[in-house]
């Protein structure tokens, strides 16, 4: 991802023990989107294995897809997703088996881990290189506080979240947060 140079950075990195934020103040003058990064500090177990329902299927076999519509719930190991609309993108491997590359999600998308809860518009699941990208009007709550944003990105290997700043509102993420009673 290419950055412009007078992109204002946040930095808030939430530890097990307690919350530091860290943060560059900006120059009057910056109007590009902020950049928030959350270091979990807990990547999220994923197996290979994913358990999906919904109302509704259509597959479509030549195009190697299919579509849950109506109340989808997709499930692997430590993750929840729940959004209106779901198509599953998949390839055939050697045996004849499938194996899903890409996740689509749109409508009211919360995706629910054991230490966040994220609402979006839209979200997209990466298989192959392990991330999700959420999307519209992104919320992401934690025991801790909450940050809303325009756009995030959560890598499940490193467990690294990063949220830019809505346009709407000044281009900047915005955020709540509880500090540690001493």
């Given amino acids: 991802m290419l950055l412009n140079k007078k992109i204002h950075h946040i930095i808030i990195t939430i530890f097990c023990a307690g919350l530091a934020v860290t943060s560059f103040p900006a120059k009057a003058q910056d109007t590009a989107n902020d950049i928030t990064k959350i270091d979990t500090k807990e990547p999220v177990n994923v197996s290979k294995s994913v358990s999906i329902n919904a ?15 109506g109340n989808v719930v997709v ?18 491997t050697e045996k004849e088996k499938s194996t899903i590359t890409r996740i689509d999600a749109s409508g009211s998308v919360i995706l629910t881990t054991k230490s966040e809860t994220i609402h979006a518009t839209w979200g997209i699941y990466d298989f192959t290189d392990k991330i999700i990208t959420l999307g519209g009007k992104v919320v992401l709550m934690r025991s801790d506080g909450k940050i809303k944003g325009k756009r995030l990105v959560y890598n499940l290997k490193t467990g690294l979240i990063t949220i830019e700043g809505n346009p709407k509102e000044d281009g900047r993420v915005k955020g709540q947060f509880k500090l540690p009673q001493k």
Avoid at 59 to 69: E, L, T
Wanted: glycine letters at 0%.
């Fill in 55 to 69: 109302d509704e299927l259509e597959a479509n076999i030549r195009k190697d897809m299919v579509v849950f519509v």
């Fill in 75 to 92: 499930v692997q190991e430590d993750m929840t997703l729940k959004s209106d609309r779901v198509t599953v993108f998949y390839k055939k």
